[in-house]
Nanobody, 122 residues
Framework: QVQLVESGGGSVQAGGSLRLSCAAS????????MAWFRQVPGKEREGVAN????????YYADSVKGRFTISQDNAKNTLYLQMNSLKPEDTAMYYC???????????????WGQGTQVTVSS
């Protein structure tokens, strides 16, 4: 059974940093896509970044490019999202996801975690 468990969320002031982690079990990260999404109440879930675990190529949404970095540790079967220069508009529930296709569309991912809350105050 595939399980994705996020951690690392919290409250931070604007300009601060957080690192999110997503521990995967029952799922081999090699040769697949993993991604981070975020969602605020009343809005669609938005793709933030993805990574192809085969060659480590990455893709970012324009809203986070240059501030967020997605990475993975295959030995620990863990996905990360380093978030720097955080802004109040980054406040959301952050989810990790895993699937076979590379995109930032929600429908491309089969497995999802339960989410971790990030709150950025001004």
């Amino acid at each position: 059974q595939v399980q994705l468990v996020e951690s690392g969320g919290g409250s931070v002031q604007a300009g601060g940093s957080l690192r999110l982690s997503c521990a995967a079990s029952g799922y081999t990260m090699g040769g697949n896509y993993m991604a981070w999404f975020r969602q605020v109440p009343g809005k669609e879930r938005e793709g933030v970044a993805n990574i192809y675990t085969g060659d480590l190529s990455t893709y970012y949404a324009d809203s986070v490019k240059g501030r967020f970095t997605i990475s993975q540790d295959n030995a620990k079967n863990t996905l990360y999202l380093q978030m720097n220069s955080l802004k109040p508009e980054d406040t959301a529930m952050y989810y990790c996801a895993a699937g076979l296709y590379g995109s930032l569309y929600r429908s491309a991912y089969k497995y999802w975690g339960q989410g971790t809350q990030v709150t950025v105050s001004s």
